[in-house]
Nanobody, 127 residues
Framework: QLQLAESGGGSARPGTSLRLTCRAS????????MAWFRQGPEKEREFVAA????????YYTEAVKGRFTISRAYTGQTAWLKMDSLKPDDTAIYYC????????????????????WGQGTQVTVSS
């Protein structure tokens, strides 16, 4: 069964860092783009970042550029989101997703049409 599982969430002070991990079960994920979305309190699920199967092509939403870094393992079945300089506005449930969409197109995808989702991990940034 193909699944995504996130870990690494938790509480953090503003200005500090967290690293989220997404582990994919199933070799099929090696050739899929992997992405991170987030959903804050009373907000819609928004795109954060995506990386293609090579690990070379990445795309970020403007709000996290220069602070967050997406990467993936050579095997393609693990992806990370390193979050630096955290802000209270980054508070959200973070979801891992996977599909064949190019990273730059992931942000525009209808959420219901994305092939795979994880269960999410909570990130809370407060002082």
């Amino acid at each position: 069964q193909l699944q995504l599982a996130e870990s690494g969430g938790g509480s953090a002070r503003p200005g500090t860092s967290l690293r989220l991990t997404c582990r994919a079960s199933g070799r099929e994920f090696r050739f899929k783009t992997m992405a991170w979305f987030r959903q804050g309190p009373e907000k819609e699920r928004e795109f954060v970042a995506a990386v293609d199967y090579t690990g070379d092509n990445k795309y970020y939403t403007e709000a996290v550029k220069g602070r967050f870094t997406i990467s993936r393992a050579y095997t393609g079945q693990t992806a990370w989101l390193k979050m630096d300089s955290l802000k209270p506005d980054d508070t959200a449930i973070y979801y891992c997703a996977a599909d064949t969409t190019a990273p730059s197109d992931f942000a525009q995808r209808d959420r219901g049409s994305i092939e795979y989702w994880g269960q999410g991990t909570q990130v809370t940034v407060s002082s």
